[in-house]
């Protein structure tokens, strides 16, 4: 009897195990078909990662030799070149392409929900908790975790980050228990991570940690010969998204495009694409040149998002393209779309040397 009943008991918990086991894949399915559903919405085009530029080709080898391997990937670059795209591509190109690729833009979150979101918390941990909440280490368990604007992370989080990437173990807010997690961490940022160390700004540690491998995603100002590919791939999404015949660009259009600077990068040019598409009347798309100015002015009003030294150096950039001539249809204030005067009074405001007189009043 003994025996029988202990034999029992044994098949008890061992059915008790198994269900839980069932409960928690149950559990992770769920939670990962919420997150992949909602990702399908905003998730990029890779095929954006295109162009025979050496810039380009060189990224695009960078991505097939890193994604082999479970390294840490820093990924550097202006707003709008693709950096989100990069981290995609290394996800579907790794071991880890069956599992998540879960996001997280730092920039996004208040400094206090910050470690909320990594790391998840339990139910009671703060005011609003009233259930526990799986974070993104958590959800990204055998995937890939992609930190976007990691240079905005507050101190304190950088010290939780820099722990969880070398014990490879979580703790949600408000818990005790131990979490181990298997991910693959993807950092990327617009601003020099090397300078905000020097400047006390991002710590020294977890930069070297971050920065395995890093991965510089050039500018579109400096790839324009990339620039028709990307409107093809733009075009071909675009129609097939409005059913449309195949849409193509005016050549005169295409210049515009070809010249035009690029403050915004790719982001930038699919925007003005899409606003093409929106106004034109047939398959053959138009491009006012006004865009370029007012978007122009719209950078320029950004500073605190480091846009201003976007717009100098595409002054600086034109200017060195023309050879120091601003007027003229060869001349910066040409490439730029801006009116001689306006230039001048932009390089006052930076401190970019006069390569011409000043324009007189008259």
């Excluded at 976007?310 to 950039?317: G, K, T």
């Amino acid at each position: 009897m003994p025996d029988e009943f202990c034999q029992g008991c044994r098949d008890r918990d061992q059915q008790i195990g198994d269900l839980r086991g069932r409960l928690s894949k149950l559990e992770r399915f769920q939670r990962e078909t919420a997150y992949l559903r909602d990702q399908n919405k905003t998730g990029g085009d890779i095929r954006l990662l295109c162009g025979e530029s050496q810039a380009m080709k060189t990224v695009r080898l960078a991505i097939q030799q890193v994604a082999r391997t479970d390294s840490t990937v820093l990924i550097q670059g202006e707003t709008g070149t693709g950096k989100e795209l990069v981290a995609r591509a290394i996800h579907q190109l790794s071991a880890r392409r069956d599992r998540l690729l879960v996001s997280l833009n730092c920039a996004a979150l208040a400094p206090g929900v910050v470690a909320s979101e990594l790391f998840g918390h339990e139910q009671g941990a703060f005011t609003g908790a009233t259930r526990r909440r799986v974070g993104r280490f958590e959800l990204a368990h055998e995937g890939t975790l992609f930190l976007d604007e990691i240079g905005e992370l507050p101190p304190e989080t950088q010290v939780l980050l820099l722990r969880v990437m070398q014990e490879r173990v979580i703790e949600r807010v408000g818990g005790s228990e131990p979490i181990p997690v298997n991910v693959r961490v993807i950092a990327a940022t617009h601003r020099d991570l090397a300078a905000a160390m020097n400047q006390g700004e991002f710590r020294a540690d977890l930069f070297f940690r971050l920065s395995v491998f890093p991965i510089l995603v050039p500018p579109l100002r400096e790839r324009r010969e990339d620039i028709p590919d990307l409107v093809k791939h733009t075009l071909q999404r675009l129609g097939q998204q409005a059913s449309k015949s195949p849409l193509r660009m005016d050549p005169q259009a295409m210049r515009l495009l070809s010249e035009y600077h690029w403050p915004g990068n790719v982001r930038e040019l699919q925007n003005i694409i899409e606003r093409a598409a929106v106004v034109a009347t047939g398959d053959s798309l138009q491009i006012d040149p006004g865009w370029f100015q007012a978007r122009l002015a719209m950078f320029s009003d950004e500073d605190s998002h480091g846009l201003a030294a976007l717009e100098r150096r595409a002054i600086e950039d034109a200017l060195a393209q023309c050879h120091g001539k601003i007027y003229g249809p060869q001349g910066a204030a040409s490439v730029l779309k801006l009116k001689p005067t306006t230039l001048y009074g932009k390089m006052r405001k930076y401190g970019i040397p006069k390569h011409l007189p000043r324009p007189s009043a008259t």
